[in-house]
């Protein structure tokens, strides 16, 4: 609600904190936007995984995100998050161990990862 404006990214800063030319910056993101969109407008699943973050999934019209633990107690401290499990239980689907690997945290067991470009897939098991 309200207007808010968008503030542009600054290249030159992202370069200097990642010790690339602005160039190499401006192409990667372009690129990855660029995909991203093309990805979703097929309507594939997509994951977009923020290094020591968590990742962001995408499932069509759903869009869940999932933190990586160390992440969250980082954050809060174990203490906190414990408390926090313990009183809304539904906090725990949120998290989620960076060595689980991201497409079976999907309905599907297939997803694109993103900055990667990989296509993983989990196999699931028959229905019964």
Known sequence: PGNKEVEPLKY?????????????????????????????????NIALVLKDVGVLLIEGRRVTMKYFSNFLESMSGMKNLEIAGFKVPQLLDMVVSQAV????????????????????????????
């Open 12 to 44: 030159a800063k992202v370069a200097t904190a990642a010790s690339v030319s602005r160039q190499k910056v401006e192409g990667c993101i372009q690129g990855t936007m660029s995909l991203l969109s093309y990805c979703l407008g097929k309507g594939q």
């Open 101 to 128: 690997p991201v497409a079976s945290l999907t309905f599907f067991g297939r997803v694109i990862l993103f900055p990667e470009f990989e296509l993983e897939f989990v196999p699931r098991p028959p229905p019964r």
